[in-house]
């Protein structure tokens, strides 16, 4: 027997591949793209949210004693009375605010759109100052935090020790706004629909030649 002297070929490598794996210790492109949009959003809202909450702050410290102590009792009916008016006052500067944020469509009209969104901005200022008067009441939730300025006139404490039912004349006046706000939505609704015109034809009255009205056609048998 002759032997070959040729050597065996060696098998090529394969070749790179198109996808890496990736690895747990590198970080991914996409998750710090995402952590960079948090940090994003998370600059914004944070300042955002202490400038809606700052307004609050102000009326509760400059005006929170004056207006329980002073102003509310002098209402027409006591404090019990202006408490009743600020609870009505909720639903109404809500609707206020939210309606014309409703009827905006920027698809259809950026202009009409934009005057909408400037239209509901009384409604927003309505209803910071409800929320102030509102926010004036709350006591702290600590109780050793009932120093001597909660106590003082005007101050939460005192309300909730002068007025004790302040809370449910309140809640029932805003009850009471918002079931005769949906009663009369849903009058709106059963009057405009029992006033829409009828889509469908009416039907052709009978003829002189056919007082049945089926015209020279008879009946099947």
């Known amino acids: 027997m002759s032997g070959s002297s040729a050597k065996p070929k060696r098998r090529k490598a394969a070749g790179a591949a198109l996808r890496y794996e990736h690895r747990p210790g590198r970080p991914n492109a996409d998750e710090a793209k995402k952590r960079d949009w948090g940090c994003a959003w998370a600059l914004v809202v944070l300042p955002g949210f202490a400038v809606l909450l700052m307004p609050l702050v102000l009326f509760d410290m400059y005006w929170g004693h004056e207006l329980w102590g002073d102003f509310a009792p002098a209402?027409?009916?006591g404090a019990y009375a202006f408490a009743g008016t600020v609870g009505a006052l909720v639903p109404l500067v809500f609707?206020?605010?939210?309606?014309?944020l409703i009827l905006m469509d920027w698809k259809k009209?950026?202009?009409r759109s934009l005057a909408w969104a400037i239209a509901s901005?009384?409604?927003l200022a309505a209803g910071y100052l409800v929320a102030g008067v509102i926010s004036t009441t709350v006591r702290?939730?600590?109780r050793r935090d009932w120093d001597y300025d909660c106590y003082r006139e005007g101050g939460p404490c005192w309300v909730h020790v002068h007025y004790?039912?302040?809370w449910a004349v309140g809640l029932a006046a805003t009850l009471a706004v918002i079931t005769l706000l949906?009663?009369?939505?849903?009058?709106?609704?059963?009057?405009?629909s029992a006033t829409a015109p009828s889509t469908s034809e009416p039907e052709a009255g009978p003829t002189p030649r056919s007082p049945s009205g089926t015209g020279d056609r008879r009946p099947p048998a």
């Open 121 to 123: 901005l009384p409604g």
């Open 95 to 100: 609707i206020a605010w939210v309606w014309p």
């Open 75 to 77: 209402w027409p009916g």
């Open 140 to 142: 702290p939730k600590r």
């Open 182 to 192: 949906i009663g009369l939505f849903a009058r709106h609704v059963r009057r405009s």
């Open 164 to 166: 004790p039912w302040l």
């Open 109 to 111: 009209s950026k202009p």
